[in-house]
């Protein structure tokens, strides 16, 4: 495994990316980050530094790996999004805008990539149980309740009280990357245990 560590927010390092990656078949684009708060707590800047690295982090990478992708015979990209923005949240209204703009870019760039030989397509997980999420949740915890080991505390409510395992969300990107789900384009899927609909 090669790891090439770029801020990706920064279109420049997209074409270094693509210099050095060039012969891909697949393409996941998987980033966070995006602040919560509501529209008067999250500035422009702040705002801006969000979407750069996530929304059009995203698009860019499309951009330049879709034709490098389909020039080598076509293949997949698949967008890692989030649930915010199936789910929208006013107090996390930077990530719910960013998370529905991909949603609509991924619908609007698979809808025709068959003919290409290619397929764009996205999940939206919901919360997961991640490293990441366990120490904001502790932090809240502490904060809240006086106690960061309350954290699971917030995982009442959701479906079977827990959040997904990695190797949940893993399988699903998996088997959307296969040759199994060759008819499936343009489309998310929740992979949320049904948080949407509650």
């Known amino acids: 495994m090669t790891i090439h560590p770029l801020d990706l927010s920064d ?5 270094t990316l693509a210099e050095r990656c060039a012969d891909i078949d697949i393409l996941v684009n998987n980033a966070g980050a995006i602040p919560g708060g509501d529209i008067q707590a999250v500035d422009e800047k702040t705002w801006r ?5 996530k929304v059009f982090g995203y698009i ?5 790996f879709y034709p490098l992708i389909k020039e080598s015979g076509g293949g997949v990209i698949l967008n890692v999004i989030g649930l915010a ?4 949240d006013p107090k996390y209204v930077a990530g719910s805008a960013g998370n529905a703009s991909i949603i609509g870019f991924t619908n609007a760039m698979g809808a ?3 003919e290409d030989g290619m397929r764009v397509l996205g999940i ?4 997961v ?6 120490t904001l949740l502790k932090t809240k915890a502490r904060e809240e309740k006086g106690d960061e080991n309350r954290w699971q505390d917030y995982f009442a409510g959701m479906p079977l009280n827990r959040p997904a395992k ?17 008819w499936l384009t343009g489309i998310t899927i929740n992979v949320d245990g049904g948080a949407a609909n509650r």
Not at 49 to 53: G, K, P, S
Not at 60 to 64: A, I, L
Not at 124 to 127: E, H, S, T, Y
Not at 166 to 180: G, H, I, K, T
């Open 129 to 134: 149980q991640t490293e990441r999420i366990t």
């Open 85 to 88: 923005g199936v789910r929208v």
């Open 11 to 15: 279109s420049a390092n997209v074409d």
């Open 49 to 53: 530094e969000a979407w750069d690295l």
């Open 124 to 127: 939206c997980p919901g919360a």
């Open 166 to 182: 990695v190797e949940e969300v893993a399988d699903v990107s998996v088997y959307l990357c296969s040759d199994r789900a060759a």
């Open 112 to 114: 025709h990539a068959l």
């Open 60 to 64: 860019n990478m499309t951009r330049r």
